[in-house]
């Protein structure tokens, strides 16, 4: 058995609804690796995170500030979070978490905890407002986009036309199929997630999703491709199937290489049925909540995260299985009112003791 001394790993995105965050998948695909010394320790801002409650798989929960909060709070409670739990890693998995931790990474660094997380412009550039000029910039095709800071943007605007895609900052989309409805969905999308919006031309197609891992320099780790074959009412992926396509493996190397990415990433296709052509919809910075069937299929991508994160050598994967499926079901999960009443009132859960030697 493989043994790692003293390892605390922090996860984030334990929401576990029908639009699951990653770090259930992320947190399920390190502690089934059964290295001994390892403590999982989840980060959530909400009490009511379906994933903060399954002890199966956390050790630890802590309460973290929402991510508009900014960076100031963030660091002081990671601060009070690191005097208790002694952290060595933090895995952030959340979009919205993703640009707080790099810019945190020197500060978090100095307290001995490290991530795989790349620096701030690289942060920005993979972000839905920069992906037409990275796209542009790197030859990638990509649907015709536009930011949009308020409704008349696109009341006026006749280039993107319907149907179209309405997207959040950092989550959610909507499929608009006429101004009336892009006026519905642009308010409620404004009122979760801010502005500006992105309005996105929509592509009739097939999508496609990629969970890749790279390494300080950029390397591609592991990679593994699947094709959604059900789709949520938001568009989300609830069931897929591990492919081999060359040419998309090919194009995230490029990808990869043209974002000098660090850690891992979810790159969002679509293959045109008319064309056949292969665009590029989102590039999201963390792994994604599918990740557990890169793992299924043979490629461990957390577990190798926190590998290289631990100075270990990781021989790169070059081979995944295809044809395996994930299917996403939704599933209660027990607890007492003592958690609850722990995690709202002392903003922690401990589960499972520190042994002796690993705390």
Known sequence: MYHMKK???????????NNPGPGLSISRAIKESHITGIRIIGLTYDILSAGAYDDSILDEVYIVPYPSEGEAPLLSRLIEINKLAKLHIIIPSLDAEVMLYSSLKSSLEKMGIKMLIPDRMKVKNSSKQMLMNFCKEHN????????????????????IGYPSVLKGSFADARKVNSVEEARVFFGRLAKEWGLPLVWQQFIPGEEYDVAVLADEKSNVVGKVPMKKIALTEKGKGCAGITIGDKSILSLTDKIIKALEWVGPLELEFIKELSSGKMYLLEINSRFPAWVYLAVAAGQNL??????????????????????????????????????????????????????????
């Open 7 to 17: 390892l605390n790993i922090a996860v984030t995105a334990l929401n576990a609804n």
């Open 140 to 159: 990638f095709n990509t649907p015709q986009t536009k930011i949009i800071y308020e409704f008349n943007d696109i009341q006026h605007d006749k280039t």
């Open 302 to 359: 957390p577990l190798a995260a926190v590998k290289l994160l631990s100075g270990k050598k990781v021989t790169p994967f070059h081979s995944y299985k295809l044809g395996t499926i994930f299917v996403r079901t939704i599933e209660e999960h027990i607890c007492s009112f003592e958690a609850l009443g722990n995690l709202t009132t002392w903003g922690s859960l401990i589960y499972h003791n520190k042994k002796k030697g690993n705390s």
